[in-house]
């Protein structure tokens, strides 16, 4: 995806890439961006970005109600729902 590779030549030389610094990257991006902004990236992918995008959310979030289930109480996940806006 474009946007992946403008993020990563922008901060690859100033971040360690560690899961910190990318949720950090990730969340500072969403919170610069409206509503309008994430719909006309999402119209601007292609097929199989698309289902990439859809696949992650769909595998992250099916984990984290596994494991509500499993272990009867809320875990920390790897994809942390906020309200940006």
Not at 27 to 52: N, R
Not at 60 to 74: C, D, I, N, R, V
């Amino acid at each position: 995806m474009k946007l992946v590779d403008e993020l990563y030549e922008m901060y690859r030389n100033k971040l360690t890439g560690d899961e910190e610094d990318i949720d950090m990257l990730a969340f500072a991006f969403l919170e610069e961006m409206s509503h309008e902004d994430l719909i006309a990236l999402i119209q601007d992918m292609d097929k199989q970005e698309l289902y990439d995008l859809m696949g992650l959310y769909l595998i992250e979030s099916l984990k984290g109600k596994f494991a509500q289930e499993e272990y009867g109480q809320h875990r920390t996940h790897t994809y942390y729902p906020r309200n940006i806006h």
